[in-house]
């Protein structure tokens, strides 16, 4: 039965509370100075972030080893990649060879330089969509939950309740159809989609913090809103809210590719992972011909599938060392 | 006085019909924002005025909004969901698109299949990988079984499609690449066809489902009344059927009603790498073509599938609560 | 009265020796229990006495040879009628448990499966184990339950946990522990979250019912005063280890060691009354409800002196919380006003000015959670500072060093955060934020009650002394007694919404008294063995006697 991560919380109360030995009281009775506690060292930024580090496990290194290499591909990819995101070629689906090291698509496009320039778009819209998610979501959840049980706050989360109510790909669909397949009207339709994910979040771990004390010792000293909600509220609230972007960043960059992947998302000539697994799709037939054909749709399926098993693996850590939270 | 355990379900239901009257007013007013000359797109460019003319007359451009919803909401309940966009314009004028609902109903049989092949395999598997894990928490095969899943539900469900095609079609040619059944084959013809793709979504619900259910399962284990169990000297095992199994159906219940509406969803990506002849593909293709019928159609099919398994859990939650089974 | 394998009393039953039970935190083991010794006798209640940390309840559980999840008994044996539990297998064990072994619980609430009938769980391990067969368990629960003293004892097994009151489950939990009449129950801090009036009729329900069977026990709680109504003989932990043994009246006589005195040392504190005339607060006639519900203040009448102490006292659901949201404008009053310095402040906090807010200033019984988490003490303290007296740079550092020297810390504190403070030390933070504003006007809302005793009588001597010094007025909300006692001039009581009495802490405290004081402070436990004994003999006099 013993268990490392579930220590309940009456024994932790008593591992928490020894520290002050008998001589402190002594016979002059009691001194508030002497109740002894536990100081954490001041360390630097720096400190802290290596401190981490060492005690990381390794998925997670491995997840922060992924997510870097993909950022330095994003924003280098101009200098990386041997050819032009579009420029095309005179052979269309040209095996793996020095000159293409991934072979060419169907109009005859560098696969390798488009993997590259994949990162960038695929991944880039992905955080914007997930920022814009985050903003509306965050901010509308933190006002509900100031608000709690008001009307803006009923308001707000019966239509949030109505409108997750629908499968987020399906509702996806629905509103590409209505407002036509392009870039912008895909971050925007999933920011508004995926925020109501945020509000739900965003709303419940700000609830925590505002019935605190604390919350209402500012109310009461006459603090306006604004304060409140970023001295006392905000810096509660940021590490479950880190982790859960993490997690929607997940779930969007797998949307996306998933509409782009069935054609309504990102579109052409926009070099993108998940369209290019759609595109290259068919050579995945000549596999007893051809391995290497064969891989080539698989390379950036494979790039999506790692990222997102990198971030998980991060975040995973990162929820087990923030808030002891359990599993 | 109605009994709250009645009472609570009505109002379940008053909510779930709300948000259906909602999911409808949202389809329904996706044919407002087709842009102005969306009939000349619909029918060619060589679309005679009248014609189209006569074609916004059929969609009842010309009717107020509200007659206008009340007419579509009546035929989509009584099954008519219109004529699709599609086949309109074909040469010179003859209209050779079909009533949506002929679309959709062979199909609608295909999906069915293919999502409940995938729900006889995954729920029981599921279920019991994540009760095992989580009475063995910590062990090996508890973090191996964790890191597994964490993996696969980072996975694109094209990914793991083309990788079991890959390895199983490609490679062992155990299994045929596309799905493409007729209805009229025999039962073990279709399921043989149907396997790679119920597979995929497999692996994909089970990893999701797996994980819901240890989480429920260890935050039950945790519950006073449980330790109270064992220092009443309860057994491992009567522990579990009779302390913790009648307080986990809610929680399991709503982990199975979530991962099969999530099936909704993967069912889309599924069919179109597998070409299945299902709702999902349909439905892409009419986004795709902006076949505003029947994309409504399709969703309105999909959304109802998912309130109506939302409600479910919510209902079978409700009547093995003993707060509302036996109020004060 | 007993069957065969009681024995005979005297005899030893449980033999703990050198016990060492580690805890899991922090990435490390440490160790909670630090070799104790516990011997108990066949009949005999031991009290296990210790404030937070003392490692009682971690002990309690190991006496059935059970370590919560995160813990583990490292070393000592523990002997239980000649059989070694730490040697033991785990069936062996679990043969015991809800035998001859049984456990009362601190909150029977969710201690009780939600899903079955309370006497189905009463009887399950008397059933199980084959004790008894289920018909003649049952009847033999129902049994209990009338000798417990419930309501309605042939029908009350046939509810679900839900449908019953916390004092009541308290009881039944009791009623399940004694089902298969075992040798030993543990009752882990079992009246700790009932009201002073619930809690009597529990206690005196499990000592009758102990008594009557024999049954040896062991009594955790950190209240000397009652487990000195229980317990034959007590032992005084703290930090897992032994401070103190002793038979109960020896203890309560002739404690040996100051950390024991210490347990009560509220009760040391004496304040003379003093009478006043000035009145700075008035609450006039208010009535209050949050939304949709029932009045939870009716009529209430308040008037507190200015530089003295009014303590409000009441059970949970009295209202007294909720007068001090009323004065603060948390809460505003459905009918009614509250009238300071003479003038009439408006009802809701938005309307008030910032002057009116800086002179009435709250302290609230969670210090942890009355401090945000993110914020070292500088920035606490010196928030009023700067938002009430425009203080910035070095003056304002200036006066919050003064500040957290009149609360007896040191500079050596203003750049921790709360995490790194003690209970105590936290509550004397939460004092100086307050203190920053300058105020006239304190509301003390159970702000010891969090606390050990030594703390406790440390904050309430802090407060009394920066009263005298800076003549400042508090309104103390209080259930405690005790805390009455030490601190206030002026005393009013509260039940259900309304103002039972309010006067003189003299004329309180001493007869005649209403019904509903009377009862509230009978039913403070007091540190005499006897104290029990005598207040039921008492009650029943007066039962018998009135018609």
């Not at chain 1, 280098?76 to 990649?81: E, G, Q, S, T, V």
């Not at chain 2, 309860?234 to 579990?240: G, L, R, V």
């Not at chain 3, 018909?135 to 019953?164: M, S, T």
Request: charge should be negative.
């Amino acid at each position: 039965m013993n268990n490392e991560d579930d220590l309940n919380p009456s024994a932790k109360a008593e591992l928490a509370d020894q520290g002050f030995s008998e001589s402190d009281l002594g016979n002059h009775g009691y001194s508030a100075t002497a109740e002894v506690t536990q100081i954490r060292a001041r360390r630097s930024f720096r400190e802290n972030i290596w401190r981490g580090l060492r005690s990381a496990p390794p998925t997670a290194l491995f997840g922060l080893t992924v997510i870097s290499l993909y950022v330095f591909f994003a924003l280098f990819a101009p200098l990386l990649a041997p050819y032009g995101e579009a420029e095309i070629f005179d052979m269309s689906y040209a095996p793996w060879s020095d000159e293409f090291m991934f072979g060419t698509d169907q109009l005859g496009r560098d696969i390798l330089s488009r993997m590259i320039y994949g990162a960038r778009n695929t991944v880039g819209i992905a955080f914007v969509t997930t920022m814009f998610a985050f903003v509306i979501g965050g901010g509308l959840g933190i006002t509900a939950a100031i608000n709690n049980g008001g009307w803006l706050d009923n308001l707000l989360s019966r239509s949030v309740d109505v409108l997750m109510a629908i499968p987020s790909l399906i509702f996806a669909l629905i509103l590409l159809s209505m407002f036509g397949a392009n870039t912008i009207n895909l971050i925007m339709i999933i920011a508004v989609l995926d925020s109501t994910r945020v509000f739900r979040i965003a709303r419940a771990v700000s609830l925590n913090v505002v019935v605190m004390d604390y919350v209402e010792a500012a109310r009461l000293r006459g603090e306006k809103l604004a304060w409140i909600l970023t001295r006392e509220i905000l810096p509660n609230i940021m590490p479950p809210l880190v982790a859960e972007f993490g997690l929607r960043f997940c779930f969007v960059f797998l949307t996306i590719a998933a509409l782009s992947f069935l054609g309504v998302g990102i579109q052409p000539p926009t070099a993108d992972w998940g369209s290019m697994v759609r595109e290259t799709a068919g050579l995945i037939q000549f596999a007893e011909y051809d391995l290497t054909a064969a891989m080539t749709p698989m390379l950036p399926a494979a790039a999506i599938a790692l990222l997102t098993v990198a971030v998980n693996f991060v975040v995973d850590w990162f929820l087990h060392k923030s808030s002891g939270l359990k599993d | 006085m109605l009994h709250p355990v009645v009472r609570t379900i009505l109002q379940r239901l008053g909510l779930g019909l709300i948000t259906l009257f909602v999911v409808s007013l949202i389809l329904f007013s996706s044919i407002e924002f087709l842009p102005g000359d969306f009939g000349e797109a619909v029918l060619g460019q060589a679309a005679l005025p009248e014609t189209v003319a006569a074609f916004r007359k059929e969609l009842g451009l010309d009717l107020p909004l509200h007659e206008r919803y009340f007419d579509w909401l009546g035929g989509m309940l009584t099954g008519d969901m219109g004529n699709s966009f599609s086949g309109r314009g074909s040469s010179g004028g003859t209209d050779r698109s079909r009533p949506v609902i002929e679309l959709l109903a062979p199909r609608l049989a295909n999906t069915l299949f293919l999502a409940s092949m995938a729900a006889i395999i995954s729920v029981p598997l599921a279920l019991f990988l994540g009760i095992t894990a989580a009475l063995y928490r910590n062990s090996i095969y508890d973090r191996s079984v964790n890191a597994l899943t964490l993996t696969t539900i980072s996975f694109p469900e094209f990914f793991v499609a083309y990788l079991l095609i890959l390895i199983l079609s490609s490679f062992l040619k155990l299994f045929p690449s596309l799905a493409n059944i007729s209805p009229d084959a025999p039962f073990w013809d279709r399921a043989y066809l149907t396997f790679l793709p119920a597979l995929t979504l497999t692996l994909v619900i089970v990893a999701h489902m797996m994980r819901m259910t240890r989480a429920a399962i260890i935050n039950l284990m945790a519950s006073p009344y449980i330790e109270m169990a064992e220092l009443k000297g309860a057994s491992k095992s009567e522990i579990i059927l009779r302390h913790a199994l009648p307080n986990a159906w809610a929680p399991i219940v709503t982990v199975i009603a979530f991962n099969l509406a999530y099936l909704v969803v993967g069912v889309v990506v599924v069919e179109v790498v597998f070409v299945y002849p299902g709702v999902g593909q349909l439905m892409v293709d009419a986004v795709t073509t902006r076949d505003v019928p029947v994309v409504q159609g399709c969703a309105m099919i999909f959304a109802a599938t998912y309130i109506l398994l939302n409600l479910f859990a919510d209902i079978i939650s409700i009547i093995t609560n003993p707060r509302l089974l036996h109020p004060r | 009265m007993s069957d065969d394998r009681k024995g005979t009393k005297g005899d030893i039953l449980l033999e703990m020796r050198d016990i060492v039970i580690d805890g899991y935190s922090d990435d490390r083991w440490h160790e909670i229990v630090k070799g104790v010794d516990i011997t108990l006798r066949r009949g005999e209640i031991m009290g296990l006495i210790g404030e937070s940390g003392a490692g009682k309840s971690t002990l309690g559980l190991a006496a059935m040879g059970f370590a919560r999840p995160g813990c583990r008994i490292t070393s000592g044996s523990i002997v239980f009628d000649g059989i070694d539990l730490v040697k033991a297998t785990e069936a062996e064990r679990r043969a015991l448990r809800g035998s001859r072994i049984a456990y009362v619980a601190q909150s029977a609430a969710a201690s009780f499966n939600p899903a079955h009938q309370l006497i189905e769980q009463t009887v399950e391990a008397t059933v199980r184990k084959g004790i008894k067969p289920e018909d003649e368990a049952k009847a033999d629960a129902r049994k209990l339950y009338r000798e417990l003293q419930l309501p309605n004892p042939d029908l009350i097994g046939e509810r679900f946990p839900h449908q019953v009151s916390g004092g009541q489950l308290q009881r039944v939990m009791t009623a399940m522990a004694m089902s298969p009449r075992p040798d030993l129950i543990i009752f882990d801090e079992p009246t700790t979250a009932l009201d002073v009036t619930t809690q009597v009729e529990v206690l005196a329900a499990m000592r009758r019912i102990v008594e009557q069977y024999n049954t040896a026990a062991i009594y955790i709680t950190h209240d000397l005063a009652v487990v000195a109504q229980m317990a034959d003989v007590i032992k005084v932990l703290r930090y897992g280890e032994t401070i103190e043994d002793a038979d109960t009246r020896t203890m309560l006589s002739h404690p040996e060691k100051e950390y024991t005195k210490s347990l009560w040392s509220v009760r040391s504190i004496e304040k003379p009354e003093e009478v006043s005339e000035d009145v700075i607060l008035k609450v006039d006639h208010v009535d209050a409800s949050y939304t949709g519900s029932a009045k939870v203040l009716d009529d209430v009448t308040i008037e507190v002196p200015r530089g003295h102490t009014v303590a409000i006292v009441g059970e949970s659901g009295s209202g007294k919380s909720t007068t001090a949201r009323a004065i603060t404008g948390l809460l505003p009053p459905s009918k009614g006003q509250i009238l300071f310095n003479g003038t009439a402040l408006p009802p809701t906090l938005k309307e008030r000015s910032i002057d009116q807010l800086q002179k009435i200033q709250m302290i609230y019984q969670m210090a942890d959670t009355a401090m945000n988490p993110r914020q070292t003490v500088r920035d606490i303290i010196g928030r009023p500072l700067e938002f009430y007296l425009g203080l910035r740079g070095a003056e304002r550092d200036r006066r919050l060093l003064e500040l957290v020297e009149m609360i007896e810390l040191n500079e050596s504190f203003i750049d921790r955060l709360p995490a790194e403070l003690s209970g105590g030390q936290k509550q004397r933070i939460c004092i100086a934020r307050a203190l920053a504003a300058s105020p006239d006007l304190i509301i003390c809302d159970e702000v010891t009650s969090a606390l050990d005793q030594i703390v406790q009588k440390g904050i309430l001597e802090l407060l009394l002394r920066l009263q005298r010094e800076l003549g400042l007025t508090y309104i103390f909300i209080t259930h405690d007694i005790a805390t009455v006692k030490a601190i206030s001039d002026q005393i009013v009581v509260m039940f259900q919404g309304r103002v039972v009495e309010q006067g003189m802490k003299s004329e309180i405290l001493s007869p005649p008294y209403p019904d509903y004081t009377k009862l509230l402070l009978s039913s403070v436990p007091e540190m005499d063995p006897d104290w029990l004994t005598g207040l039921l003999a008492q009650r029943e006099k007066e039962a018998s006697a009135s018609p």
